[in-house]
Each structure stands twice: as C-alpha cells, then as structure tokens.
C-alpha cells in the first residue's frame, strides 16, 4: 500500500471527483474483502494469536495507508486501557476512568483536528474504538460482579481481562476498524475460536453470499449518493440557487438531502458489514425455518430503513449498533436516576460530544429528541382526524398518506441533518433562517400548547363520564 503522501490517490480522486481521503477510505473498506478471503481459506480455525496478529498487522497497514503515522494514536490508547485494566480492571473506578481517558483522548483529537468542515482524519477510527474500549471496561466490570446481578444482556457479554494481542487483534480488525460496526470482545473471541463455524459440517462458515449481497448492497446506494451529489452537492444548501427556491421546493430539496447523506453512511456501513459477514463474525444463530442469521452486526436495517414513515423508524433503522451501546452502557446504567426522560438527555448529549464539539451535533441530538416527544404525543392525535379515517379508507388514500408521511419523515431528517453536516452554528442557522425555522417553530409550539390539549382532554373525559351518570334514573 502506498503511503498517504503519494500523488497517485489523488490523481484518481480528482479523476472521478472526490477527495483524496475519501477514496483512501472507500479502497481501504473494499480492501477488506480480500483480506477476508485469505482469512477464511488460510486462516480460519487456526490458532488464535496466528489471527490476532493477522488482524493487528493488516489493520496497521489500513490505518497507515489512511492517516500515516496518526495511527499510532490508537496504539497508544489501547496501551494505556490495558494498563488500566491489569491494575484496576472489574471496578467502577475502572469503569470511570476509562471513560475519562477514552474521552478526554478522543477530544483532543477533535479539537487538534477541527477544520470547519467535514474531514478524514485519525479521529474516524479513533471514536469507534473509544467505544470499543469503554464496553470493553464495563464487560470486565460485569465479569466480576455476581450472575444473579446481571440482565441478559449483561450476561452476553461479561468477560475476564483478555490479553493485550486480543485486545489489539479485537479493535484492529480490519472488518471494524475503520467505521465499526462495534462488537463485543465476547463475539470475537467466539468467532476467533471457531464457535461460529458451519453448523453441518464444523467447517468454514456458509456465509459468502449474504457477505456479497450486503457488499451489492453498498454499491447501489453508493451509485445514489453519487447521482444524489450531482443534483445536491454537499454545500448545496449554502448557495444562491438554493436561497432562490421557492418554499415548497426548499422543503423538497432538504428532504431528498437526509437521503443524500445518509446514503454515503450507509455505503461505509454496508462494505464493512459485508467484509465481517464473509469471516464469519456476524453469526446470529437461526431463523424460525432454520435459516442461518448473519445480521449479528447490522449498522442499518435495510427494510426498516426504505419502510420507515417516522422519525422513530427511522432511527431504529440505521447505526444500530451504536444504538444499542449507547442504550447498553449508557442509558440503561443511569437507570438510579429514576427519570427516563433525563436519562435520554444525558445519552443525547454524550452521544453529540461522542462526535465532536460543533454545535451542529448537539442542535441535530436535541431536535431529534424533541422530535421523537413530538411523534409520540402528538401522533395519536393526528391520526384519529376525520381525515386520516377517510385516506386511509382505500387504496388511493393510503398511498397518498403514506407518501406524504415519507416526505414529512425525511424532511424531519433532513432539516436535523442540516446542523450535522453544516456543523458550525453560522452555516446552519443560515439555512434555518431560509425555511423560518419550520421545525423550530412547530417544536417548540407543541410544547407550550399540547400541555393544554391534554388538560382539556382530561376535562372532556371527565365530563363524558359524569354525564350519564347524573341523568342516569338508577
């Protein structure tokens, strides 16, 4: 592999146009599926550490084709947690300080790294193995409390200290490294021992072709972020021809924005999924007809995704994984607090400066939140309208209602994807001011007025039931 300053990649970036660390990226993601290849016919079953090194050495090699030398940066981490964990590992001091220093070296890299702009660097590794350290912490913490003090979730997961090879071997997998997905060290300690072998035959897992299938898939939505980019450049938004649309067309073209910019996610998630399927990572047991799962590390919900009519879908479609953990190690932990709205908030929260300190991640967390409130209070109120009745009450109807619940929904998305892509509070707040703050206002007036609707609610129940009670003879 060629070192970062070679001429070549962007030579050939400017030739398709895109940037440089972008097809560094996309080459190193595609990479892997080779490498899995050699894997699974040399390597499969073999001694553990012969693949821990394995993996150490070709994820080294992807992260220095990517950022050079910065990739150190993650070597040196993961030091400093093992370190952590052989002198005070199974404790929640532990647990608190690996969050601290997790954290605390994972912002410096941000704030060393902040541009203004959306940028490549040692950081897009390093928050996934933040994460990946963190868990790891807990998993140890678990490992050591009593079983009857753990949910199942929990018990999935606890483990004893690992050595430092499979803990390097763990986050240097060069199907994870990169963009995730996020694993547990219990799974690759499973999959490295052969638990997930093919259930027949103890051999090699029958798992090539949902790995190809996922990689089609990645294609195809990387064909339309392409086509997608043409007609909606990334800093669309911020030019003339956009502040020249009409209102109606505005709203349209943040709509097919969420798209846009979700599809060049997707693309990442997609080939990195497919290259840990083809080892054989994802295993996830069988389905009701007895059909192998390889879905045990899906980052998006391909159906649920292009399915989804609400902001609530849609979240539960897509960087699931990162759902789940945040769910796992952060909001169900703050279970003490006895609030389930505060514990949402402080998850929230972390999970904004978990990508860095623009404002933008904190404004798109915080709509998303007051927008997932909105759904839920006020969507029964809406859908028991004269109106929604009466669509949904033929075919036609329900065609039109749904697709103006998928406009709505991307719109939603797109209008909170504005502050996280624009990132700094004088370019997105621009494009707020050209749609008058549409969402702003909606929000917030909902949750000034639907106090009141639920006082009159209770009155007008109320009143439904004293009414026949006092004219009733009996």
Same mark, same amino acid.
């Given at each position: 592999?060629?070192?970062?300053?070679?001429?070549?990649?962007?030579?050939?970036?400017?030739?398709?146009?895109?940037?440089?660390?972008?097809?560094?990226?996309?080459? =190193? +993601? %595609?990479?892997?599926?080779?490498?899995?290849? /050699?894997?699974?016919? *040399? #390597?499969? &079953?073999?001694?553990?550490?012969?693949?821990?090194?394995?993996?150490?050495?070709?994820?080294?090699?992807?992260?220095?084709?990517?950022?050079?030398?910065?990739?150190?940066?993650?070597?040196?981490?993961?030091?400093?947690?093992?370190?952590?964990?052989?002198?005070?590992?199974?404790?929640?001091?532990?647990?608190?300080?690996?969050?601290?220093?997790?954290?605390?070296?994972?912002?410096?890299?941000?704030?060393?790294?902040?541009?203004?702009?959306?940028?490549?660097?040692?950081?897009?590794?390093?928050?996934?193995?933040?994460?990946?350290?963190?868990?790891?912490?807990?998993?140890?913490?678990?490992?050591?409390?009593?079983?009857?003090?753990?949910?199942?979730?929990?018990?999935?997961?606890?483990?004893?200290?690992? =050595? +430092? %090879?499979?803990?390097?071997?763990?986050?240097? /997998?060069?199907?994870? *490294? #990169?963009? &995730?997905?996020?694993?547990?060290?219990?799974?690759?300690?499973?999959?490295?021992?052969?638990?997930?072998?093919?259930?027949?035959?103890?051999?090699?897992?029958?798992?090539?072709?949902?790995?190809?299938?996922?990689?089609?898939?990645?294609?195809?939505?990387?064909?339309?972020?392409?086509?997608?980019?043409?007609?909606?450049?990334?800093?669309?938004?911020?030019?003339?021809?956009?502040?020249?649309?009409?209102?109606?067309?505005?709203?349209?073209?943040?709509?097919?924005?969420?798209?846009?910019?979700?599809?060049?996610?997707?693309?990442?998630?997609?080939?990195?999924?497919?290259?840990?399927?083809?080892?054989?990572?994802?295993?996830?047991?069988?389905?009701?007809?007895?059909?192998?799962?390889?879905?045990?590390?899906?980052?998006?919900?391909?159906?649920?995704?292009?399915?989804?009519?609400?902001?609530?879908?849609?979240?539960?479609?897509?960087?699931?994984?990162?759902?789940?953990?945040?769910?796992?190690?952060?909001?169900?932990?703050?279970?003490?607090?006895?609030?389930?709205?505060?514990?949402?908030?402080?998850?929230?929260?972390?999970?904004?400066?978990?990508?860095?300190?623009?404002?933008?991640?904190?404004?798109?967390?915080?709509?998303?939140?007051?927008?997932?409130k909105f759904e839920k209070e006020a969507g029964p109120l809406l859908g028991d309208t004269t109106l929604v009745h009466l669509l949904r009450s033929n075919i036609i109807g329900r065609i039109l209602l749904w697709s103006m619940k998928k406009v709505y929904?991307?719109?939603?998305?797109?209008?909170?994807?504005?502050?996280?892509?624009?990132?700094?509070?004088?370019?997105?707040?621009?494009?707020?001011?050209?749609?008058?703050?549409?969402?702003?206002?909606?929000?917030?007036?909902?949750?000034?007025?639907?106090?009141?609707?639920?006082?009159?609610?209770?009155?007008?129940?109320?009143?439904?039931?004293?009414?026949?009670?006092?004219?009733?003879?009996?």
């Amino acid at each position: 592999m060629e070192p970062k300053e070679s001429g070549i990649v962007a030579s050939v970036a400017e030739s398709i146009g895109t940037c440089p660390d972008s097809l560094r990226l996309i080459v =190193s +993601l %595609l990479a892997g599926y080779p490498l899995a290849f /050699f894997h699974r016919y *040399f #390597l499969y &079953g073999k001694a553990q550490d012969l693949q821990h090194i394995y993996f150490v050495v070709t994820g080294l090699a992807l992260g220095y084709f990517n950022f050079g030398p910065n990739v150190l940066h993650t070597a040196v981490n993961i030091l400093i947690i093992y370190v952590l964990l052989r002198v005070n590992g199974g404790t929640v001091m532990s647990v608190v300080l690996s969050f601290i220093i997790n954290m605390t070296y994972l912002l410096v890299g941000y704030y060393v790294n902040m541009t203004g702009v959306y940028n490549i660097a040692w950081t897009t590794p390093h928050c996934v193995l933040t994460l990946r350290l963190i868990a790891l912490t807990f998993d140890i913490y678990d490992g050591k409390r009593k079983k009857e003090s753990l949910s199942e979730e929990q018990k999935e997961t606890a483990i004893a200290l690992p =050595s +430092l %090879l499979e803990i390097a071997g763990q986050n240097y /997998f060069f199907g994870g *490294f #990169l963009v &995730g997905p996020l694993y547990s060290m219990k799974r690759y300690l499973d999959f490295t021992k052969g638990a997930f072998s093919d259930s027949v035959t103890g051999g090699r897992p029958n798992c090539v072709t949902p790995a190809l299938l996922r990689l089609l898939a990645a294609l195809f939505y990387a064909f339309t972020c392409q086509v997608g980019l043409y007609y909606i450049p990334e800093n669309y938004l911020l030019q003339p021809a956009f502040q020249e649309l009409c209102y109606i067309n505005k709203i349209l073209v943040i709509a097919l924005y969420s798209k846009v910019v979700l599809h060049k996610y997707l693309t990442c998630w997609l080939m990195a999924e497919g290259c840990c399927i083809l080892v054989g990572l994802t295993y996830h047991g069988k389905d009701e007809n007895g059909n192998e799962l390889w879905d045990g590390c899906a980052n998006i919900r391909i159906r649920r995704y292009e399915r989804a009519s609400t902001m609530q879908e849609l979240i539960q479609s897509f960087n699931v994984n990162t759902n789940r953990w945040m769910s796992k190690y952060v909001f169900k932990r703050l279970k003490f607090l006895g609030s389930r709205e505060a514990s949402q908030s402080i998850t929230l929260a972390f999970l904004a400066l978990w990508h860095g300190f623009y404002s933008g991640y904190f404004m798109t967390f915080s709509i998303e939140f007051l927008l997932v409130k909105f759904e839920k209070e006020a969507g029964p109120l809406l859908g028991d309208t004269t109106l929604v009745h009466l669509l949904r009450s033929n075919i036609i109807g329900r065609i039109l209602l749904w697709s103006m619940k998928k406009v709505y929904t991307h719109f939603m998305l797109g209008y909170a994807l504005v502050a996280f892509c624009l990132f700094t509070f004088d370019k997105y707040w621009h494009v707020y001011r050209t749609v008058y703050f549409l969402l702003h206002v909606v929000l917030v007036s909902w949750v000034v007025i639907h106090p009141q609707l639920v006082k009159n609610s209770k009155h007008e129940q109320n009143g439904r039931v004293q009414g026949p009670v006092e004219s009733d003879p009996l």
